[in-house]
């Protein structure tokens, strides 16, 4: 690293000019993306930002829709099973339910983070800010909530926990006579639902409509 | 040319960039408020002590039962190896490779992996930084997957509830498991990738 380049290379630029990579720290200027185009870092690879057109609005509609599918697809039953004449069902409420009463609390509270209350807390959060953005009030709170939104992301499992009920319907399947029910439809909805809301709500373009430095564009 | 060379501080939160300002101890983000470091502080003593707590729990979790499946008085116990070598058994062999991956090769391989990132980094040897961040990315990417076995337990618990003809019960080494993947990710967030290029001299070419 020659300290002699540093005032020559970004020198006269304003930091509005210029971008940092989030993962190697790399500092550049900032380059100038048009509607759906994928900004990388030319050292690591990190994707730095992508710019979408009509963002809040795209996400407030698949918001919305997301947490109507909510409530049906962690209380409707997901299978049902019958096993001589005994007939039980599964949703995700009663797995978390199910290994609380059999004295593994603490794994049900993992259980119920990851499959139940961060995907929901993360839908609010998403729908607050949104609203926030779109009614112009609240900002400050908006971005606290987005802060929030960033350390949860990683926590909500609801790719897994449909993996995991392939896994056992796979496991119970000849065991005993098996149903699938309405459940599973609106969870695997709500995962896709939720996996197109993160790839449209592009959070540069969120923090900087939250923050007011930008007018969002296409909205 | 880093940020942190010209006096800049990226934010963790919103990634807006901050200049360095000398004299407070404590700086928060223009933009979102947030706690701003030019490096995690205290990264790699943190990360270490997640990831050696996780080695521990490791061991419990491969060797306790994760459940056992009671049917018609007889008790039937499963560790997580026993599960897969089951589901082979049955003939299921493209599910026992899914549970397999997540849940033997993911976590061992986070371990091995997360021991590598922290021993380069704090030794500046033997991977590339390429490869060293092509790994933390997989790393941080797969974790989460090794919950799988987790909800596995959870969905059979609840639905395999017959009373005295069919029940399953969770073991202890359900639990050390589930503390085993949370602990591993908990480390893997910890590690500031930045490390790994802060010592490589590649990034002359980019200015």
């Known amino acids: ?219 | 040319m880093r940020a942190i060379d010209a006096g800049l501080m990226i934010c963790h939160e919103c990634h807006q960039l901050n200049p360095i300002q000398a004299e407070s101890a404590k700086q928060f983000c223009t933009r979102c408020g947030g706690q701003l470091h030019a490096r995690q502080p205290n990264s790699l003593a943190r990360t270490w002590a997640l990831l050696l707590t996780a080695a521990v729990l490791y061991i419990p979790a491969n060797v306790l039962p994760i459940m056992t499946v009671n049917s018609l008085g007889k008790g039937q116990s499963d560790t997580i190896m026993s599960g897969v070598i089951e589901l082979v058994n049955y003939g299921m062999l493209p599910i026992a490779a899914v549970v397999f991956i997540a849940s033997i090769l993911v976590p061992t391989f986070k371990l091995v992996g997360i021991t590598l990132l922290l021993y380069s980094v704090q030794r500046h040897q033997p991977m590339s930084a390429r490869q060293r961040v092509l790994m933390y990315r997989f790393i941080e990417w797969i974790g989460r997957w090794s919950m799988l076995d987790i909800f596995v337990i959870a969905i059979l618990v609840a639905v395999v509830n017959f009373g005295s003809l069919a029940s399953i019960v969770p073991g202890y080494g359900a639990m050390a498991f589930a503390s085993v993947v949370v602990l591993t990710m908990l480390a893997a967030l910890t590690f500031d990738p930045r490390l790994i290029w802060d010592n490589t001299d590649s990034d002359d070419h980019h200015e």
């Open chain 1, 1 to 219: 690293m020659d300290d002699a380049a540093l005032p020559k290379t970004f020198s006269g630029l304003k930091l509005k000019q210029l971008i940092a990579c989030h993962e190697c720290d790399l500092l550049l200027r900032k380059p100038s993306a048009s509607a759906g185009q994928r900004v990388e870092c030319p050292r690591c690879g990190y994707e730095l930002y992508t710019h979408r057109t009509q963002v809040i609005r795209r996400s407030m509609a698949l918001v919305i829709a997301a947490l109507l599918l909510y409530i049906p697809a962690n209380f409707l039953p997901i299978m049902h099973l019958n096993l001589l004449g005994q007939a039980t069902k599964d949703t995700v409420w009663t797995g978390v339910i199910g290994l609380y009463n059999s004295g593994m609390q603490s794994v049900a509270v993992v259980v119920f983070l990851c499959s139940m209350a961060v995907p929901l807390l993360k839908l609010l959060i998403q729908f607050a800010v949104l609203l926030s953005i779109r009614l112009d009030i609240g900002r400050s709170y908006g971005l606290l909530l987005y802060r929030i939104y960033h350390h949860m992301r990683e926590w909500g499992m609801l790719e897994v926990y449909l993996m995991g009920i392939l896994v056992a319907i796979v496991k119970l399947v000849d065991l005993a006579e098996l149903s699938i029910g309405l459940g599973l439809v609106c969870f695997i909805a709500l995962l896709l639902v939720q996996v197109w809301l993160e790839v449209t709500m592009s959070p540069h373009q969120i923090w900087e409509a939250l923050s007011g430095e930008d007018e969002y564009e296409g909205d």
